[in-house]
């Protein structure tokens, strides 16, 4: 048996396409696999269980078919997707994970996070992530009406497109939008783990580097906007593989 790891799909109405190939793999390979783990940015943006879109729609019930057939899908927010609530994850049979958080996975613990946190060298978006995780913020962006919601969203998204152009002039992009290795470094010692799987920096990827003279491993998982990306893992080992 096989254990599933993705994240990064970004899925919305404008890649039709990638919500497709999700959809034939939700309907093909998750059925025969132990669970699936979606790691974060499920999505590209939410504003609230209540936003009536069809991506939404049409995922939730994939979901929740996989689940029914018998494969647990574990679900942790992403930094697009952070207010998925659990009335979607009722909805989509989904049990949603606490970032960071430890499993056992064939007799041995591995650290599962987005990826986000481990980014502590882009302050100006560590400060958005704290506003934005604080639940009397959620609460209070929640009671707004969608259409309001819609709008926050669109200035939030040109916003960070505006935030990421203005690294890549600075010529920072590649070491600020990437993980720092003091936080990896930490997080390993913080959970006493081996194993980090973890996606957000679309850098697919197996990095080993030794943490306190033990061999750590990282396995960043790689983003669906070409196409999909699934680590798989059994008790002989992972694979880091794209899907088309
Ligand atoms: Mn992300």
Not at 48 to 57: E, F, K, L, V, Y
Not at 78 to 101: C, E, K, S, W
Not at 114 to 130: E, N, P, S
Request: charged residues 25%; proline residues 5%; aromatic residues 8%.
């Amino acid at each position: 048996m096989t254990t599933l790891f993705i994240s990064d799909l970004h899925l919305d109405a404008e890649r039709p396409h990638i919500t497709e190939l999700f959809g034939r793999f939700l309907d093909a390979e998750a059925r025969d696999a132990e669970a699936l783990y979606i790691l974060g940015d499920l999505f590209e943006a939410w504003i609230g269980d209540d936003d009536p879109s069809d991506t939404a729609t049409f995922v939730a019930d994939r979901l929740r078919d996989l689940a029914d057939a018998g494969t647990p899908v574990w679900f942790m927010h992403g930094n697009r997707d952070f207010l998925v609530g659990q009335d979607f994850a009722g909805r989509a049979g989904m049990t949603i994970l606490p970032d960071p958080t430890v499993i056992q996975l064939y007799g041995k613990p591995v650290l599962l996070m987005h990826g986000d946190t481990l980014c502590t060298d882009d302050v100006a978006y560590q400060q958005f992530r704290a506003q934005t995780r604080n639940p009397a913020w959620q609460a209070q962006f929640l009671s707004q009406p969608l259409a309001a919601r819609i709008a926050f969203a669109k200035q939030a998204r040109e916003a960070s497109q505006a935030h990421q152009s203005g690294l890549a002039s600075e010529g920072t992009m590649d070491t600020i939008t990437d993980v720092a290795p003091a936080a990896v470094a930490a997080a390993f010692q913080q959970f006493g783990v081996d194993t980090l799987i973890h996606g957000h920096t679309h850098r697919p990827a197996v990095h080993v580097r030794e943490v306190d003279g033990r061999p750590r491993e990282r396995v960043v998982l790689g983003d669906w906007y070409e196409q999909g990306s699934v680590l798989r893992v059994d008790r002989q080992g992972h694979r880091l593989d794209t899907l088309a």
